[in-house]
């Protein structure tokens, strides 16, 4: 069965840093990757995913993925954040079974300093 | 289009009542997912229907939870009787189809239940 970690519990940028929070996957085939984020009181809205093909993903609101398969590693960039940028950020894990099931990691929260 | 709507948004209920929660997902979405959220965790899913059929429910306390699709469009997810450990977030999510794990989902606001 898949499985994700998100190593850090909260990160603290200035806005206008770049930004990097860590995923890593555990899956023993091509697993189907994505990044999610979530504001206060809201529920989770795609930022990216990655299926197949080029290993760096863009997604949404400048944010990009690199999936690199020697390190299971999917890690959510950003050049220069934004304060309207903080949230909760979940990495999540798919598989091309049919029956399988989504695992989310417990997520990343992102605060911005003015 | 209308993205996926849940409600209420918010329920305050004592300990052993009962209480359920209704979602309507995206027009033209076949597969529906329940998902509950406790604090500072990811997402865990209850139940996932394709059509009215509940395709996986592994992980649903069925002692105390149901859920039903009628029609295969809306859904309701009940707790009866509700315990103090189930306050958390219920999240409802919709899919084209349920092909595996390649397909985005679009969530709902979510419940936040709070037992007392």
């Known amino acids: 069965a898949q499985s994700v970690t998100q190593p850090d519990i909260h990160i603290t940028v200035s806005e206008g840093a770049s930004l990097e929070l860590r995923c890593n996957y555990s899956?023993?085939?091509?697993?189907?990757l994505f990044w999610y984020v979530q504001s206060p009181g809201q529920g989770l809205q795609l930022l990216l995913k990655y299926f197949s093909g080029d290993t760096l993903v863009q997604g949404i609101k400048g944010f990009e993925a690199e999936f690199k398969r020697s390190q299971s590693s999917f890690n959510l960039r950003k050049p220069s954040v934004h304060w309207s940028d903080a949230a909760e950020y979940f990495c999540?894990?798919?598989?091309?079974?049919?029956?399988?099931?989504?695992?989310f990691g417990k997520g990343t929260r992102l605060h911005i300093l003015p | 289009e209308a993205g996926v709507v849940q409600s209420p948004r918010y329920k305050i209920i004592e300990k052993k009542q009962p209480v359920a929660f209704w979602c309507n997902p995206i027009s033209g979405h076949n597969t529906l997912y329940w998902y509950l959220q406790n604090l500072g965790q990811g997402p865990e899913l209850l139940i996932r229907y394709e059509n009215e059929e509940a395709v996986d429910d592994s992980q649903l306390p069925k002692d105390r939870f149901s859920a039903e699709r009628l029609k295969g469009v809306d859904s309701t997810l009940k707790i009866q009787p509700a315990e103090l450990g189930d306050s958390a977030v219920y999240l409802c999510?919709?899919?084209?189809?349920?092909?595996?794990?390649?397909?985005?989902?679009?969530f709902g606001p979510g419940t936040r239940l709070t037992v007392l």
């Open positions: 899956y023993g085939a091509t697993p189907y």
């Open positions: 999540a894990v798919g598989a091309m079974n049919r029956d399988d099931k989504i695992i």
């Open positions: 999510a919709s899919s084209r189809e349920g092909t595996g794990g390649r397909n985005e989902q679009f």
